[in-house]
């Protein structure tokens, strides 16, 4: 069982090489099929509908000790919903292939967050934590050079091909099941005696001080992260950009995140967790509304390394946050609720987008998520005042 965090980092690393990259691909796909920004919108939010509804069920089966199943049943949808992708002939069945690719991804990230706090002693958890979302920047950084020069190699003149790249994708993802299957079956919490305590309901949950802004943080950044996936190939192509160019232009995102990730630890010693939670959303609120102005992609670029930083700081201590308000009994549907709202931010932020897209122009989109993030920053401020004050 000692060896189960490698395993664990690098089935995470691969399944999000295939989400991240798919994202791109599923709106490029889209576009190729005749779909306008509301159409886009509306595929984008189906990623986010299955779980919005089976996250804290999931959560639950975690908690009950089932992680290793879930995360292997995540893994394997995960792969057959790329193939249904990779088919797809019209908007429709697209849409059915992203929503359940969203769901595998639920399966695999609510038990993969799980591991850690069943198997992490509390002083473990920022550490595990930060790793764990290092795995998931690497994974997403990955992925997108390898969707971005299979479809650069394989597209002609007439429009973006998809279907090599993301044959590709489920090819990473086939290879995260030898470390899937060597993750641990664990029944308890590791170091720690049975407990019959009951679990919270996300009522109580939600009620709890802190719950409320730390979800919405994590919502909004994460939300955000899926907007410019999935909008700035729109902007980029009003610009000229290739798909190569935009591929580039993510990856210095997931770059970025991958070096605030890797340096969490270090960066707590010195700066305090309330500060760090802040800078999430406050820093990455204005370089976000002002993408749609950077028609340069060097300064997009640098735009975009900000973003990236400050956004990969935000994701692992909002889970360190949440399973901290809550009972032992009730980790992994703690952080369940927080996927919960993750996933109905991105059910509604991309049909609201779309709808935006499609009235007042993509660039619009942009400036909204810069909104967003301000009114997140203002929130979490209240919150860890609050807390420091008690």
């Known amino acids: 069982m000692r060896h189960w965090y490698p395993h664990l980092c690098v089935a995470t690393a691969l399944s999000q ?3 991240n990259a798919a994202r791109m691909l ?26 919005l509804v089976v996250a804290v069920h999931v959560g639950r089966a975690v908690d009950n000790g089932h992680p290793a199943g879930m995360l292997r049943a ?20 697209l849409g059915i292939g992203n929503a359940l690719l969203g769901f595998g991804q639920v399966l695999v990230v609510v038990a993969a967050q799980g591991f850690i706090p069943l198997l992490s002693e509390p002083h473990e958890l920022d550490k595990r934590f930060a790793g764990w979302s290092l795995a998931v920047s690497i994974g997403q950084t990955v992925g997108l050079p390898v969707a971005g020069l299979v479809s650069s190699a394989s597209s002609t003149g007439d429009g973006v091909a998809t279907t090599g790249a993301l044959l590709a994708l489920a090819g990473l993802v086939a290879l995260a099941g030898p470390s899937s299957f060597l993750l641990p079956v664990p029944r308890r919490a590791m170091g720690r005696p049975p407990t019959e305590e009951p679990a919270q309901s996300m009522v109580t949950m939600l009620g709890i001080p802190g719950m409320c ?8 950044v994460l939300t955000s992260m899926d907007v410019l996936s999935a909008f700035l190939p729109v902007l980029g192509e009003e610009y000229g950009f290739s798909v190569l160019l935009v591929t580039v232009l993510l990856m210095l995102r997931t770059g970025s995140s991958i070096v605030s990730r890797a340096f969490l630890p270090a960066l707590l010693r010195v700066v305090s967790r309330r500060w760090l939670l802040l800078s999430a959303t406050l820093c990455s609120a204005l370089p976000m509304s002002l993408l749609p102005l950077a028609h340069q992609p060097v300064l997009m670029g640098i735009l975009l390394v900000i973003v990236g930083f400050f956004w990969g700081i935000g994701q692992p201590l909002t889970m360190t946050w949440v399973v901290t308000l809550v009972s032992q009994r009730s980790r992994a549907s703690a952080l369940s609720l927080r996927l919960t709202g993750n996933r109905l931010g991105q059910v509604l932020v991309p049909l609201g987008a779309g709808a935006i897209a499609g009235s007042a122009g993509v660039a619009s989109v942009f400036v909204v998520t810069g909104a967003l993030l301000w009114t997140s920053s203002g929130l979490t401020w209240r919150a860890v005042r609050r807390e420091r004050a008690d």
């Open 26 to 51: 599923v709106s490029y796909r889209a576009l190729g099929l005749g779909a306008d920004g509301v159409a886009l919108g509306v595929i984008a939010a189906l990623f986010s509908l299955l779980p």
């Open 17 to 19: 090489a295939a989400f």
């Open 74 to 93: 995540g893994v394997l949808l995960t792969a057959v919903s790329l193939l249904v992708i990779a088919v797809s002939g019209d908007l429709v069945i």
């Open 213 to 220: 802004p730390a979800v919405f943080s994590s919502l909004v």
